[in-house]
């Protein structure tokens, strides 16, 4: 047997642990065990087909050759994706440390307090920079951004507005191609009308409820909007802003014009352009529309002492728990990238950040002041960082790739320049050197920046940004490292303990997998980049489309959606190109099981779909009969119905088949939910059970770290019916023949993590990701075993099995007084993470282990949870000292003078022994929400302000 597979280093449990895990389920073989779990009748009858494995060795030699066929030129494409320099001790320390980049979305604030400090320095800098009252913990990127802001304006329009059907909205020609792209997406299905113009000659009228603006334009125009915006309000038109966050160091805040949405991207604040992403994108906003924001926000509030707390603030309000009335799906967003942008800012401070900016600014100007000599010609009035040119571009562009450097060419005689961060005065020579060859001029190199700039007057920001502590103390590296350190400490990621959420796949993010992301030929390419400068990315990403292809046995994959949620509605979005094509306009009901994630009645009706919610039986299936008589009753109008499989009830549901024929029948095609999707890799597939299509969740099934809160990749798969109609995008064509419009902003998405689910698979090959999936099996079979004789386990298949995730009823407790949050918050005091709490069914826990756990931690959880079930029996309901209603318990708790509780310090912090050696403290006691919601408090204020 060979000893360096990489499927030996994935999967937890060995050879040697199945005798005893099996005995313990009472079955007699791991193929038993499949056989009583997945239906017979959709069991793949051969392995995948997929290339031979390779070690981690291996792989890292591949995808260092393979890195080399991208051409990194120098790039000055700009577009909304710049050069950027990673500040190498947020590279080290966070980019590259599994503290960071394994942890969990922060819902169990008391162990997550490090990020969500890190996550509120993010939303300090966005509200400062941007001038605005509130902003979010990101969104995914620019693009979606802004149709996030043009779906809240549309959401907040008046009354009257409402009455007379306003539904107009005015895009300014400036915008980014791209945003443009997925503007008209997102407007279609919601029947919100684009005009799109100049901002000059707009004629303000009442037909128009919103507008969005570029600050600076596309090539790097910089204007005053004040009057605009001014004008717009007084004919109740409200205006939304897409900002280049570096600019906002120098030029007056969107804000200050009167703006009621800020939106862009955080990319240039230290972060890779990665070939498209992942990059933070954020969206702020005033105070008034804080109830209809997408996305999470971070906000303070208290614990039960009275200290200071951070937690997710307007928690039941986030978005996709509206359900069907709900104007935006986020659930994981870009929360890594937003630390790092975060940090960059408390890195930097306000100090470096205007030196940058000038900096940036005086690279422009400077060379546009030097083209200018050779006759070239620079034609913005004002500018930031982007100069645009007259020349003859197919001359430039022939001289500029023998120099290796990237312009945008907007036309035959236009070319934009957009400076960054990493320009040097070499730099500059190269560009003026490119023109002069091309206008056969001599030059001389220039030796310094110019000192003034092209701004006009009243551009300029006079208003100072970020002055708290954090922003100001923390530019040494020894600070910053060690500022770093103190809240990663505060935060329980996978590299203490096993995150075993259910529906969210806490696997193991290889060190292997996560390497290739900090190689420069991989990270530092431009989206719009030519494509023949890209091999390495294109063919990395064309045989992971493959590799997807192959395991969901569809027959085309987009990978441009950038989170689970976005998929469910590209996937949605295609199915309605579908039937429109047919001519089938009047096709838009879509059936959804009452037990499905919010994300999905969420995405069918930012899809424009009428929803129709079927019913589930009690033993946690569709109920069959009920979804027959809805498919039947809205057979003329049926477009489509969403399913989850296995269910989210962790359970494979043998009627299956009869139901996606049900859909078939009548009309309609049928999505699959693929967060499950680790149960069915090499075992089953979406195409083999009747879907048309899916979305899986490479952040959960194909190992892409969870990151606190994203970045996430959703991809897409579909089969012949809707290949035609995946989404292109604008500046480089990608998507079928009748591709609908850009779903996200880059041609594919977040290119760069990608690279991480292509390692997943090529190490694994077939045989290590069917070995996964049943061991995803195996170790929650097991846990079930040793579990249900403490907490009744609800839902199981017809043979009493689970798949890899099951469910503890906890709801009987609350005649003990114990709520199943007082167990999650318990689990913190043996070193665990909760389960996923209240999610598919109120009161109870959702647990699943994956197949990267080894034994030992399986049973170690297992123990804390019979430990905690002890501990539910001594409780009575009037006991107000109880020890899981105190927890967590923090060590200033247990260490302090004073202890009046009933029961002992060490059974407070140390009920196990295994605790001992690897104890986790939280940092704050238990978190009160509702105080925090109240006094809503999202940035770094000072202390004062909300004590
Ligand atoms: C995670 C999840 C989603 C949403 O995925 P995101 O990447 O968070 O947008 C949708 N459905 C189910 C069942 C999920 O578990």
């Known amino acids: ?392 571009a197919a001359k430039v562009k022939a001289i500029a790739e023998r120099n290796e450097v990237n312009f945008f060419y907007v036309d035959a005689e236009t070319i934009s320049i957009s400076f960054n961060e990493t320009t040097s005065i070499n730099d500059i020579n190269q560009i003026i050197g490119i023109f002069a060859e091309a206008t056969g001029k001599e030059f001389t190199p220039v030796k310094i920046l110019l000192p003034s700039g092209r701004i006009t007057e009243n551009l300029e920001r006079t208003s100072t940004f970020l002055q708290h502590d954090v922003f100001n103390n923390h530019h040494s590296e020894s600070q910053l490292m060690r500022y770093i350190k103190k809240l990663e400490r505060k935060d329980l990621s996978l590299n203490h303990s096993m995150i075993s959420l259910g529906s969210c796949t806490m696997k193991l993010n290889a060190a292997a997998e996560m390497l290739p992301l900090s190689m420069a030929n991989w990270n530092n390419m431009h989206p719009f980049a030519p494509i023949e400068q890209a091999e390495g990315y294109l063919t990395m990403l064309k045989k992971l489309e493959q590799q997807l292809n192959v395991v969901t046995g569809f027959t085309g994959t987009t990978l441009q959606p950038n989170s689970g949620a976005q998929g469910e509605y590209a996937g949605l979005m295609a199915i309605r190109a579908y039937h429109l094509s047919r001519g089938d306009d009047h096709r838009t009901v879509c059936l959804i099981p009452s037990s499905a994630h919010g994300t999905n009645p969420a995405s069918a009706a930012m899809a424009g779909m009428d929803i129709i919610v079927t019913k589930t039986t009690p033993e946690g299936n569709i109920d069959v009969e009920d979804l027959r008589a809805r498919a039947i009753e809205f057979k003329d109008r049926l477009s489509c119905l969403m399913v989850t499989y296995p269910s989210t009830h962790g359970v494979f549901e043998s009627s299956i088949i009869e139901i996606t024929d049900i859909i078939h029948e009548n009309g309609g095609l049928v999505y699959m939910d693929g967060a499950n999707m680790n149960a069915q890799v090499g075992l089953t597939n979406p195409a083999t059970i009747g879907a048309d299509v899916c979305h899986l969740n490479l952040h959960k099934t194909f190992a892409i770290p969870h990151g606190g809160g994203g970045p996430g990749v959703g991809p897409i798969c579909v089969n012949d019916k809707l290949v035609p109609f995946l989404p292109t995008n604008p500046v480089i064509k990608v998507g079928g023949d009748q591709a609908i419009t850009a779903i996200s902003a880059a041609p594919y998405g977040s290119a760069l993590v990608c690279l991480i689910s292509y390692g997943y698979i090529c190490m694994l090959g077939a045989e290590g990701l069917t070995k996964s999936t049943k061991h995803a099996i195996l170790n929650a079979n097991y846990m079930k075993a040793r579990l249900e004789a403490h907490y009744p386990v609800l839902y199981s298949g017809e043979m009493g099995r689970a798949a890899h995730e099951m469910i503890l009823d906890c709801r009987a407790f609350e005649d003990n007084g114990i709520k199943v949050t007082d167990i999650a918050k318990r689990l913190m005091d043996y070193g665990f993470h909760a389960p996923t709490v209240s999610f598919p069914v109120a009161g109870t826990l959702m647990i699943e282990p994956t197949e990267s756990e080894d034994l030992a931690e399986l049973d170690r959880f297992c123990d804390a949870m019979i430990s905690i079930r002890k501990e539910i029996a001594a409780s009575t309901k009037d006991d107000a000292q109880n020890i899981l209603k105190n927890a967590p318990h923090t060590l200033a708790m247990v260490t302090a003078n004073e202890w009046v509780y009933p029961y002992s310090r060490e059974n407070a912090a140390y009920p196990l022994e295994y605790i001992a050696e690897n104890k986790f403290w939280p940092t704050v006691r238990r978190v009160d929400e509702a105080y925090g919601d109240r006094n809503l408090v999202c940035s770094c204020a000072p202390i004062e302000a909300y004590m």
């Not at 966050?245 to 030029?251: F, Q, R």
């Not at 030097?370 to 040119?389: A, R």
């Open 1 to 392: 047997m060979r000893t360096d597979a990489f499927a030996l280093r994935h999967i937890g449990t060995g050879e040697n642990d199945l005798n005893h895990m099996l005995q313990t389920i009472g079955v007699d073989s791991l193929d038993q065990l499949i056989f009583e779990t997945i239906p017979d009748d959709i069991r793949l009858k051969n392995e995948l087909n997929l290339d031979e494995p390779m070690t981690e060795y291996e792989y890292l030699n591949h995808i260092q050759e393979l890195g080399k066929k991208n051409k990194v030129f120098k790039s000055y494409i700009g577009l909304g994706y710049n050069p950027a320099i990673v500040p190498a001790v947020i590279q080290r320390n966070i980019f590259e440390n599994p503290g960071w980049y394994t942890a969990y979305t922060p819902y169990q604030a008391e162990i997550a307090q490090g990020r969500l400090e890190a996550i509120l320095n993010f939303q300090t800098t966005v509200i400062e920079l941007t001038g605005m009252e509130i902003a979010n913990a990101s969104l995914l990127d620019e693009s979606t951004a802004a149709a996030e802001a043009m779906a809240l304006l549309f959401d907040v329009r008046s009354r009257d507005q409402k009455k007379n059907n306003v539904t107009k909205f005015f895009v300014s020609e400036e915008i980014l191609p791209q945003t443009l792209s997925v503007l008209q997406t997102r407007s279609t299905p919601l029947k919100i009308e684009l005009v799109v113009g100049n901002h000059e000659t707009f004629d303000f009228s009442k037909e128009f409820f919103g507008a969005i603006l570029q600050y600076p334009g596309k090539y790097g125009q910089a204007n005053d909007y004040t009057s605009f915006i001014a004008k717009a309000a007084e004919n109740e038109i409200k205006v939304a802003v897409a900002a280049d966050i570096l600019s906002l160091a120098k030029l007056k805040s969107p804000g200050e014009m009167g703006a009621a949405v800020v939106v862009g991207t955080t990319q240039r604040f230290g972060i890779p352009m990665g070939y498209g992403g992942p990059h933070a994108a954020f969206f702020a906003t005033k105070d008034e529309y804080k109830r209809s924001m997408p996305g999470r926000i971070i906000g303070v509030s208290i614990d039960v002492n009275g200290n200071r707390a951070l937690r997710m603030a307007l928690g039941t309000r986030e978005q996709h728990i509206k359900r069907e009335k709900a104007t935006s799906n986020i659930c994981t967003a870009q929360v890594l990238l937003a630390v790092m942008a975060g940090m960059y800012a408390v890195y930097h401070g306000p100090k470096g950040l205007k030196y940058i900016a000038n900096k940036v600014h005086a690279s422009a100007h400077t060379t546009a002041e030097e083209l200018n000599k050779l006759g070239v010609y620079q034609t913005n009035t004002s500018f930031f960082d982007t100069i645009l040119v007259k020349a003859d």
